[in-house]
């Protein structure tokens, strides 16, 4: 599939006003991948550390922490604000929910796909995983692609009100979404906790 011109452009502006909602601190961003939203983030005046498994797109910027390591065991203690943008559907249903529990009390900006009436990627027939509706995304060849997932073969894809439901059981009862969203299955979701 190929990305129409507005859709970054879509995306910066969502991450603009969310982040901007924020009184500046420290920021970690999970799954940083390509550093773009870690470098806005710290031309806003943030405290940015980058967490990726992979250190291949980091670009380099001193004002950044950039921190090469899984971030399923990243240690999300002392930051204002977390970011998981592009990151959460790579992810499988355990390693979702283990995210968020690890992140509650803090304020969570998530970016992500869920699996709506019109995906814009091949998904899996519906599942039922740790009790949540949705679908699996064939995350297989990971190795040699660095916007797959890291470790995992096929990582889970909520529908959009059971997404809802595992937040707010896992310390988010509190979600705005971005709309109108950048696909028809993604946007941005703001996270507060309880």
């Known amino acids: 599939m190929t990305t129409r011109p507005e859709r970054p452009a879509r995306r910066?502006?969502?991450f603009d006003a969310l982040i901007g909602r924020f009184p500046v601190g420290r920021l970690v961003d999970l799954g940083a991948g390509h550093g773009q939203f870690s470098l806005r983030a710290a031309d806003a005046g943030w405290s940015v550390t980058a967490v990726d498994a992979r250190e291949t797109r980091f670009p380099p910027d001193d004002r950044i922490t950039w921190v090469r390591q899984d971030v399923r065991t990243f240690d999300l203690g002392g930051f204002d604000l977390i970011l998981c943008l592009g990151l959460f559907y790579h992810l499988t249903i355990e390693d979702q929910v283990a995210l968020l529990d690890?992140?509650?009390g803090t304020p969570m900006i998530i970016d992500t796909h869920v699996a709506t009436a019109k995906p814009t990627h091949r998904l899996s027939a519906p599942v039922?995983?740790?009790?949540?509706?949705?679908?699996l995304y064939s995350e297989e060849g990971w190795e040699e692609r660095d916007t797959a997932s890291w470790q995992n073969d096929a990582s889970f894809w909520p529908r959009p009100r059971e997404f809802y439901r595992m937040l707010a059981e896992h310390g988010y009862p509190a979600v705005f979404a971005g709309m109108p969203w950048v696909t028809t299955d993604r946007t941005f979701?703001?996270?507060l906790p309880a």
């Open 12 to 14: 910066m502006q969502l």
């Open 102 to 104: 690890r992140a509650a």
């Open 128 to 135: 039922t995983a740790l009790g949540y509706r949705g679908r």
């Open 189 to 191: 979701f703001l996270c």
